[in-house]
């Protein structure tokens, strides 16, 4: 067993870009993901025969118990495969819009959106999709040595028999008593009522632990047509709640060919829409290839330019096009398309930023929460899997299924409340994203595979909302452009720019006071980010969470580098 804790804890900066710490070498398998208790179970499954896949199940549902924030029963996702005989794939587990949801359903009697409607309480949940998701992952992709009750046995076992709780998490509780106070299940749960959780305590979870038994004996369908559904649909009958036991029996994951594209003789695979992630990042890619992003420099003033604009330009796209292909017709191809993306850059200016209202006007969906998670998998055979899932905010809407013990998602408020209204960040909702009844939102998670030689090269993805895009982008660049180890490219400070607001977002560190006063004489504005309202400081300074695994091509190493922003995080490998 070799493994990695992060090297912070809470409350400490990302490290600089030039420091060191060795990735986590394994010559079978890898996982890494935001908590060291979750990565330990998805090894010990390959370690018993499991594939990735199988891992990668058992990985997903211990974090629905030991990562609460954004490990979830009651989510949502979407996975990324690259299988170890060459096919690629991918699954969409998104959340969907109950039968009762409306267009208009978050505005009031003048027409206004009513703030907080959309993201907190029972009114904000769209139909949950992890089960299902994982449920898909295993039988079609498992290898059949280990059955569905077995792959959740850890994860039962942690919720019933507890596990002491972390300095992070014990703060993460005590720092959401605003929005998990709200509601009695989820206060006594999570808060004991008041009686804040201290480092090092026990966390038992019984009425998870029954939730996870009741899904081994029945299977993943129980979760959709039994007991846990029947729960689902009382707690939301009984607080004006939308999901009933009809739209929980309709729900299903969707299968979708996995979107394709190369970087300097790299292949990339990543994820379709509703993801507009992958869109986005093979955009930026393309935008990219024909300059020299080594020579200009590791964030050197005019690489940061170049890097804003070809930001600038494909967000401004994913604002204007982009949604469920179920819905709404996403143009794919000419999105792609090579003499389309070059022509972006058509007005590229190497000395002057481009201000983002010169760009033609485009609708934009709002902002995401930031509260997601990201793993990923390889397995000995060299199957890799990326999978990012989330409950949307930290903590979802903060209600817990009486009686169940796990919360729900708050992904209503990823979708338009109000056509070509801007919202409290500035940014205008465009119409391809709104409200419909079985409705998938859009997202921007960017779950990544990229393929060197025709094999899994570096298993990649983050949570962080709008800010998942970038984090990707950046590191498959520092490892391919620069060169970086795949520690060094998790661990180098991030920048981000998403079109509207007009404004560079950056962590500690990321470049020089020299630099940013070149790139604000170009006209740049220059502003730190806050993760979320309420974020501790240092938290707050900082975002996204690439849990990443290199595959060394000579040697075949799993190289693990879980992420240093995430102070429980482990690579773990054997």
Known sequence: LVFCWSLTLLGLMPAPADAQRAPVQAEHGMVTSASALASRIGVDVLKRGGNAADAAVATGIALAVAYPRAGNLGGGGFAVLR???????????????????????????????????????????????????LAMLREKYGSGKLSWAELLEPARRLAADGFNISPT????????????????????????????????????????????????????????????????????????????????????????????????????V??????????????????????????????????????????????????????????VKVPIGPLLDSTYVAGLLNDFDARHATPSNALRPSPIPPPESTQTTHYSVVDS????????????????????????????????????????????????????????????????????????????????GSPGGPTIINTVLLVVTNVIDFGMSVTRAVDAPRFHHQWQPDSISYEPFFTSADSVAILRSFGHQLGSRRLYENAPEAEGRTWGDAESILVDPGSGLRLGANDIRSADSAAIGF
């Open 83 to 133: 299988l170890a005989d060459g096919r690629t794939t991918t699954i969409d587990f998104r959340e969907a819009a109950p039968r009762g949801a409306s267009r208009d359903m978050y505005l009031d009697a003048q027409g206004k959106v009513i703030p907080g409607r959309s993201s907190v309480g029972h009114l904000a949940s769209g139909v949950p999709g992890t089960v299902a998701g």
């Open 270 to 327: 990543t994820m379709a829409p509703p993801s507009s992630g992958g869109i986005a990042l093979l955009q930026m890619l393309k935008m990219l290839e024909p300059r020299d992003v080594a020579g200009l420099g590791f964030h050197s003033a005019a690489g940061i330019h170049l890097f804003t604009e070809v930001m600038r330009r494909a967000f401004r796209d994913r604002a204007s096009f982009l949604g469920d292909p179920d819905f």
């Open 169 to 268: 998490l014990a703060g993460e509780f005590r720092s959401s008593e605003r929005l998990l106070g709200r509601y009695p299940e989820s206060r006594r749960i999570f808060l004991r009522d008041g009686q804040y959780y201290r480092p090092g305590e026990l966390f038992r979870q019984p009425e998870l632990a029954k939730t996870l038994q009741r899904l081994q004996k029945q299977g993943p369908t129980e979760f959709y047509t039994g007991q846990t559904a029947k729960l689902i649909a009382a707690e939301m009958s009984s607080n004006s709640g939308l999901i009933t036991l009809a739209d929980l029996s309709a729900y299903h994951a969707v299968e979708r060919e996995a979107l394709h594209g190369s970087y300097r003789g790299y292949d990339i």
């Open 381 to 460: 055979a060299g199957s890799a899997i990326s999978i990012t899932y989330t409950l949307n905010g930290l903590y979802g809407n903060g209600v817990t299924v009486k009686g169940a013990g796990f919360l729900l998602n708050n992904e209503m408020d990823d979708f338009t409340s109000k056509v070509d209204v801007a919202n409290g960040y500035g940014l205008i909702q465009g119409a391809t994203n709104t409200i419909q009844p079985g409705k998938r939102p859009l997202s921007s998670m960017t779950p990544t595979i990229v393929l060197k030689n025709g094999k899994p090269f570096l298993v990649t």
